[in-house]
């Protein structure tokens, strides 16, 4: 099936603007999926972009703002095959703002958070390329709302710590500095290393029954919940193999979502239509 969004098509157009025109790179989050949680600047600088350069987390409904006539590079990972290095996307912006064009660089969530975003800025700069970030809805901000689940919360949480699941294996010496009361803690990327958290985070110390949530595909209508305790969460993540993306929320505040789902109303894709009932 061909789809117009999720081809690889990294090549760099051959028509150019007139000389002299500079180009310019937006870095904009596009949120946690929820085209109604975008900024109303992302929205704006999509619709003005000549081409948007995007990865997976994005989804169709966001890339339709843009105009129909905006060359979309996707640059994600497709049927198996790797995303594009690093290098190639953060030379694929410079090369097109070069040509002069107004370059809108879409990433999910934020683009400072887990999103590379900070590299690809860093070589803009080396080649004296004018840009601004926008910034987006972070996943742990956007999952746990929605998720109802407050981060912090007076006498139960008085910090968040957001953490990247990928670099937490083996006998790393961090886990102790995680542990510590009325700490929440949000794994990004951590569903696969579930085995090494749960017995880090216990081998130092935090009880095995601290309460957990996994939140997959948040603020999307698909949104899946589920609540358990920190010793259940390899066994857990076994049984949710395939869930992505998914965020791991960890601490006292989990155990609040229960009673604030009493009279909550999903946030869902709405759009003009009032929220859906919620499909806690
Ligand atoms: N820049 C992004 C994060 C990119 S890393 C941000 O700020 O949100 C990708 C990881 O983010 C995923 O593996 C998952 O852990 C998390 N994530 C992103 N979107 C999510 C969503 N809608 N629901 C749950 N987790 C999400």
Known sequence: V??????????????????????????????????????VKAVKVLQHAD??????LVG????????????????????????MKQEAISALLVDFAQQGKQVVRLKGGDPFIFGRGGEEALALVK???????VPGITAAIGCASSALIPLTHREVSRSVTLITGQVVTGALPAWAGLVSSGQTLVFYMGLEKADAIEQG?????LSGSTPVAVVG?????????????LNQL????????????????????VKLRE??????????????????????
Do not use: W
């Open 217 to 229: 595909q948040g603020c999307s209508e698909q949104q899946t919940v589920v609540t358990f305790e």
């Open 127 to 133: 080649h004296n390329i004018a840009y601004q970030v």
């Open 60 to 83: 169709r409904d966001i890339l339709e703002l843009a105009n129909p006539d905006t060359q979309m590079v996707y640059v994600g990972k497709r049927c198996g095959q790797p995303s």
């Open 259 to 280: 009673q604030l789902m009493q009279t909550a109303h999903a946030v869902t894709q709405s759009h003009s239509q009032p929220a859906r009932a919620p499909a806690y």
């Open 2 to 39: 061909h789809d117009r969004f999720y081809q690889n098509s990294p090549s760099a157009p051959k028509t150019s603007q007139p000389a002299g025109q500079k180009g310019f790179v937006f870095l904009v989050g596009a949120g946690p999926s929820d085209p109604d949680l975008l900024t």
């Open 234 to 253: 390899t066994q857990t993540a076994n049984a949710l193999k395939g869930l992505s993306p998914a965020l791991i929320i960890m601490g006292d505040v």
């Open 51 to 56: 081409v948007v350069v995007y990865d997976r």
């Open 201 to 205: 985070l216990m081998s130092a110390g």
